[in-house]
T-cell receptor, first 113, second 111 residues
Framework: NAGVTQTPKFRVLKTGQSMTLLCAQDMNHEYMYWYRQDPGMGLRLIHYSVGEGTTAKGEVPDGYNVSRLKKQNFLLGLESAAPSQTSVYFC????????????FGSGTRLTVV | AQSVSQHNHHVILSEAASLELGCNYSYGGTVNLFWYVQYPGQHLQLLLKYFSGDPLVKGIKGFEAEFIKSKFSFNLRKPSVQWSDTAEYFCAVRGYNKLIFGAGTRLAVHP
């Protein structure tokens, strides 16, 4: 089925470790996003991309980096994980047309100990 | 600053009760508004959206929302909830190149 696929689904990291979360979409969407979801805070935008090779900071970008080398993939990296980055991470994509809605992935639950 | 405010953080209802979840937004540009639902352990799914035209928007599963421009509101309603509506509901406004979400409302429906 077409959609947004995130890997991995679960991960436990030790403080200071690094990792990369992968998001892949097969809908030929121009825009891709990384959000984190924390209880009582809704979804907060980390970084986003409006096209291949372009990225921009969102609301809470510190401690994260991203890359969009291919249109269908959007990678989120944590260079040195901290307990404050324990969260559920959602990737989303959308087309560039007016009134677009977003398609979300199933999420990655990350715990930093 | 762009923002979305959802007034109810937790709502508990009995089956067949009516539902209204409040959402107010702050955004100066052209308004696109959304309601998403997240069932336990799942990702967000679109319930409905307002783009233009009729301010009363009907979505999936019997949900509807009304855009009231003068009140900067986009409240979600359902006449009769079911146990399967137990979920978290998020209101969102489309800002510049991104969606801005409210904090969410957890709805628990008891049989």
């Amino acid at each position: 089925n077409a959609g947004v696929t995130q890997t991995p689904k679960f991960r436990v990291l030790k403080t200071g470790q690094s990792m990369t979360l992968l998001c892949a979409q097969d809908m030929n969407h121009e825009y891709m996003y990384w959000y984190r979801q924390d209880p009582g805070m809704g979804l907060r935008l980390i970084h986003y991309s409006v096209g291949e090779g372009t990225t921009a900071k969102g609301e809470v970008p510190d401690g994260y980096n991203v890359s969009r080398l291919k249109k269908q993939n959007f990678l989120l990296g944590l260079e040195s994980a901290a307990p404050s980055q324990t969260s559920v991470y959602f990737c989303a994509s959308s087309s560039a047309r007016e009134g677009r809605s977003y398609t979300f992935g199933s999420g990655t639950r990350l715990t930093v100990v | 600053a762009q923002s979305v405010s959802q007034h109810n953080h937790h709502v508990i209802l009995s089956e067949a009760a009516s539902l209204e979840l409040g959402c107010n937004y702050s955004y100066g540009g052209t308004v696109n508004l959304f309601w998403y639902v997240q069932y336990p352990g799942q990702h967000l799914q679109l319930l409905l959206k307002y783009f233009s035209g009729d301010p009363l928007v009907k979505g999936i599963k019997g949900f509807e929302a009304e855009f009231i421009k003068s009140k900067f509101s986009f409240n979600l309603r359902k006449p009769s909830v079911q146990w399967s509506d137990t979920a978290e509901y998020f209101c969102a406004v489309r800002g510049y190149n991104k969606l801005i979400f409210g904090a969410g409302t957890r709805l628990a429906v008891h049989p």
